[in-house]
């Protein structure tokens, strides 16, 4: 929940002036609800793509302040993110809400970033897997290995958001790995094409290994996002890779 539509604009015009030629890597930036029609307008002809932070599963109706795919589809977004740590603990959203919301994004032609994370009390119990493999069952339930093509999974471990903390990048990769095999035992082959980003504070100090890991595609960009001279240097790390 940063920035007004004019200061998002700003923002994305920086971005789209440094990478909007970009190839070799896919760049996605998801404001909010409210720039995201003047961020569309900086984004004409580029290869940066829109997406956005959250939507209702409903196409229309009575539901008071909420946005529908529908609605983001006509200002051009292509992704949306699903499940982030903060909408499961702020706004107590449940498995089964997030997969209505994975079902229609992909009903709609939106590309799910379905996000999948343990608290830190869960990691050191030592369930990290078991809450990750539960969310994970929920939020695709009744995804087709088709219709996981456009799927996007990203992994934050939520102990390490904003809190300057990091998952060694061998802590990363296993997660990841365990990610990958799960969704090969839903989607078989198609798990292969399926892109897990990592979401735990990667900034431009540590985004090198972490990318180096076989599991891990790319990053689901938070604090380092609000400023384009670091997220734009993320991207450059990740076009060498």
Known sequence: MNNTPSEGAELVREINLALGQETSVGVVVCPPFTALEACAGELSGSNVQLGAQNMYPKSEGAYTGEVSPVMLRALFCTFVILGHSERREYFAESDSFINEKVLAAIESNLKPILCVGERLEEREAGTTME?????????????????AESLIIAYEPVWAIGTGKTATPEMAQEVHAAIRADLATKFGETASKIRILYGGSMKPANASELLDQPDIDGGLIGGASLQSKPFVELVKIASNK
């Open 131 to 147: 809450v990750i493999k539960k969310q994970l069952d929920g939020g695709l339930a009744g995804v087709t290995a088709e219709m």
